[in-house]
């Protein structure tokens, strides 16, 4: 009878303490894991975005470039035509 007792106690306690920190621990690790994994990936993405934020950078500047080109060449034109008049 105390045999049976005494592991009817293990089984209480097992069950009140022991299997609840087990299942804590376990989705613990596995929040951690999933945080972490996410993390990496928006640590990823946020890189490719910094790339193509320098990419468009370039092709901004690019396109400033030729818009002040394009308004120099009007203003001689332009400039041209009035000497003409």
Known sequence: MQEQN????LFALAKEY??????FIIGA????????NRL?????????LE???VEMEGV????LQRLASIDAKLEF???SIEKIQ
């Open 6 to 9: 005494k592991w009817l106690r």
């Open 18 to 23: 022991i299997i609840p920190i087990i299942v």
């Open 29 to 36: 690790s596995i929040t951690y894991a999933n945080l972490n």
């Open 40 to 48: 990496a990936v928006y640590a990823d993405s946020i890189n490719e």
């Open 51 to 53: 790339v193509k934020q």
């Open 60 to 63: 901004e500047s690019l396109i």
């Open 77 to 79: 034109i332009i400039s």
